[in-house]
């Protein structure tokens, strides 16, 4: 089952400020001790899986911002 469109926008500001700060699937991989090949599915569309609440809370500290950085800045 892929994402659903705000999963979908989610994921995709999150590798935006991922890549903004020169981070790669492995660092973020290194701080949920899973596989960098798991956090390309969740940066793939068609992939169900996706980061957690408390995921994108350690994303948030660890970029030094909000979480709702990460989310649509209007309702979809």
Request: charged share 30%; hydrophobic share 35%.
């Amino acid at each position: 089952m892929p994402k659903t469109e705000v999963e979908w926008l989610i994921v995709q500001h999150v590798r935006t400020i991922r890549k903004a700060q020169k981070k790669t699937q492995r660092d973020i991989a290194s701080y949920f001790n899973v596989s960098p090949g798991y956090i390309g599915q969740i940066e793939t569309e068609d992939s169900a899986s996706m980061y957690s609440y408390d995921n994108l809370n350690e994303l948030a500290r660890r970029f030094d911002c909000s979480m709702r950085d990460f989310m649509p800045k209007e309702p979809l």
